[in-house]
């Protein structure tokens, strides 16, 4: 058995390598799968197979055929999990700091794929060999909400979910400056960059995104925002408000020495934070079950706190 995923090329997409524009379209598949995929002869352009590094054109008819999942092979251990609710189709989480989603090189356990795994005993095969039960992605060191299917029901509505835009997904970013005006849109196309494969940046050949903003508190040489996505891209907030002119504080990749024209201890306190200030807050969707409209919030972690306590005096 297997399922096909079915997909048209926008004009966006015009250029764009195969194998990175279905990675950051079908959220489920990992672009290491997406050329294994490729080279089973399981992706068809156009009706004819392609090669991973084929170029785009707008309108082009892209069909993945997704097989039932290999055997498992990741282990499951015991690796406790905040969680903000669970019933017979979904588990909502609060994932912390530094947890790697799936394993991978470099991660080849201590992911949250382990943990479900041993939590779940019976979300293998949900949704594929690599990510069961996984159905969008957070940053290793966001924290927030995540939602994991232990269905196949519930893995095929989330994900069309996620892809078709129908979830409400609204982010705490601690941000260098003060955004002015305080409420606006960043409504940029986001690519890989074309010289660091590890960024992602704002190009013209990128994929749509828009991300709305609102300042929650405003600081001397700092703001808390309030940022909803539009869309679902790689890195889109700390993309978006680098873009912007407000990088999140303690990015490694997208901001620089913006500490350096603030007063002490904001500047230590910027400096030093060990990673981006970004969290999950708040998920919304329809339950795959049910079809309700649910909202989870994740508690805003100590370290943020932390440092919002530093900015505010």
């Known amino acids: 058995m297997s399922r096909t995923i079915l997909l048209q090329v926008d004009g966006a997409a015009g250029g764009e390598r195969l ?5 950051d379209t079908v959220e489920e598949l990992t672009r290491s799968r997406i050329r294994r995929l490729v080279d089973e002869g399981r992706v068809l352009v156009d009706g004819g197979p392609a090669r991973a590094s084929l170029r785009l054109r707008a309108g082009m008819e892209v069909r993945v055929e997704v097989p039932d999942p290999e055997p498992l092979e990741t ?18 989480l609060d994932k912390p700091a530094g947890l790697v989603i799936h394993p991978a090189a470099g991660n080849p356990d201590g992911t949250l794929v382990n943990a479900l795994l041993h ?5 293998p095969g ?3 060999a690599e990510r069961p039960g996984i159905v969008h992605r957070l940053d290793k060191d966001t924290t927030g909400v995540m939602v994991v299917a232990k269905t196949d029901r519930a893995h095929l509505a989330l994900t069309r979910a996620f892809q078709w835009r129908k979830t409400g997904k609204t982010y705490l970013a601690v941000v260098y400056g003060v955004p002015d005006p305080p409420e606006g849109v960043v409504d940029a196309p986001i690519g890989r960059h074309p010289r660091d494969r590890k960024r992602m940046a704002v190009v013209a050949s990128g994929r749509p995104a ?6 929650a508190e405003a600081f001397e040489g700092a703001a808390l925002l309030h940022c909803r996505l539009v869309t679902g891209r790689t890195h889109q907030v700390r993309v978006h408000m680098a873009h912007a002119g407000h990088a999140l ?7 620089g020495r913006q500490w350096r024209n603030m007063p002490e201890p904001a500047a230590t306190a910027c400096r030093t934070f060990p990673r981006q200030a970004l969290h999950a807050w708040r998920l919304e969707f329809d339950h795959p079950a049910t079809g309700e409209r649910v909202a989870f919030e994740a508690p805003v972690p100590d370290d943020i706190l932390q440092l919002l306590d530093i900015l505010r005096a």
């Open 210 to 215: 828009r991300t709305l903003y609102r300042v």
């Open 19 to 23: 194998d990175r524009w279905l990675a």
């Open 75 to 92: 282990e499951p251990q015991d690796i406790p999990l905040a969680i903000l609710h669970e019933d017979d189709d979904i588990l909502v």
């Open 119 to 123: 939590h779940c005993r019976n979300l």
């Open 249 to 255: 504080v303690g990015d490694p990749l997208y901001a």
């Open 126 to 128: 949900i949704g594929g």
